[in-house]
């Protein structure tokens, strides 16, 4: 019997007064029974960061041919594509072909720089492919929002990012990876 995907409830208040973009999102969230708290939080991140009235998460994490963040266009085309973790550089050069823009949010902490070091020769070449790392314990603290109905403000100003649940509030710094 296959394991079946949990559901989160987010309420999400969006202060970007670098993007100038200022709204209230009701997100549903499906968790899949693989997915940890701190990767469904890097998400919920990404949605932030990212925010527009025409991104959406998938409906289903384990589709591998489609985005699990996205914003498309009027004719459906994928204008910006998100990405999570440490992605196989095929799956990224898929990305990259597909979309006007990739963005990559990733974490895990001492993985990611020798992640980035075995495929920076080949994601170099990609001129729409950010990669942005989520410290360590940035994550970690962003998993201690989790909950299964959740009451988030985020705020962005100057680059720095601030989310709260109302007791607690984390701040994340996150850092832009280049190829050297």
Sequence with gaps: MALR???VKAQ???ADMDRHYYQDHNLT????????DLRLMVRLLAFALNASEQLQFSSNLSDEGEPELSEKNLHGDIELWVA?????EKWLRKACQRSARVRLYAYGGRAVPIWLQQNAKELKRFDNLELWEVPEQDAQAL???????????????????WLSDGDTSVQVELKRLGFD
């Design 5 to 7: 995907s949990s559901v």
């Design 12 to 14: 999400l208040q969006i």
């Design 29 to 36: 969230l499906a968790q899949h029974p693989s997915e940890t």
């Design 84 to 88: 999570f973790g440490q992605p196989d």
């Design 143 to 161: 998993a201690g929002l989790y909950g299964r109905s959740m009451q988030l403000q985020c705020t962005i100003n100057e680059g720095q990012v």
